[in-house]
């Protein structure tokens, strides 16, 4: 990266931009490489101003876990137009495109040293539990009643959608398509008996 040209900001857009800088690397290593003497020569800032910012480099990478966290939920939002499997599906493709633009960074979050941090797992908890009552909200439309058996089932779907991606990432067995019917699918199948997820899903 080329350093940044110093210039005035408020302090909610300098803050923003040191997020910005370190999300931007966490593409190309792993957070815990992540040197905050870097990026404060990257944003034109002394070391010194960059902990005005952050109390320390965990803070600071704390930060930048809850900037990717946000950015994938934006990423991933529903279009609540589409009639209710499609919304599973367009949501569903937007995170297969997401973790691929960002296959660096998603691996390393979440297979990376990060992923012991308490601190860093509550964030990725976060951004889980906001996914699954996004997933939650829309099931009544698909014909599925929640309940703590389902809400239960859809954390396992969740689960299973991260170690799928993370494997299909690191060696893509199936196609882009494939893996998208393969998530999709799945979500039927662990939420409601085998006949009417088959009916639900046309396969009936």
Not at 89 to 109: F, G, H, I, T
Not at 185 to 191: D, F, K, M, Y
């Amino acid at each position: 990266m080329e350093a940044v040209k110093r210039t005035r900001m408020s302090p909610e857009e300098r803050r923003a931009q040191l997020i910005d800088l370190g999300a931007r690397m966490l593409a190309e290593r792993p957070l815990e490489q992540i040197s905050v003497e870097e990026i404060a020569d990257q944003a034109g800032v002394s070391r010194g101003l960059l902990f005005h910012y952050f109390a320390s480099k965990h803070d600071y990478h704390l930060a930048i876990v809850q900037h990717a966290g946000a950015e994938m939920l934006v990423r991933t939002e529903p279009d609540l137009t589409l009639p209710p499997l499609e919304i599973l599906r367009s949501s569903v493709v937007a995170y297969v495109d997401y973790v691929s633009d960002n296959r660096n960074s998603y691996v390393s979050l979440l297979r990376g040293a990060a992923s012991g941090d308490p601190e860093m797992r509550d964030e990725f908890e976060r951004t889980r539990s906001a996914l699954a009552a996004r997933i939650m909200d829309q099931l009544p439309r698909l014909g599925i009643e929640p309940g703590d058996r389902i809400a239960l089932a859809v954390r396992g779907w969740i689960a299973f959608v991260e170690e799928t991606a993370i494997s299909w990432l690191r060696e893509p067995v199936i196609s882009r398509e494939e893996l998208i019917d393969l998530i999709v699918t799945a979500l039927p199948a662990v939420t409601l008996p085998a006949p009417v997820a088959a009916a639900l899903l046309g396969q009936a």
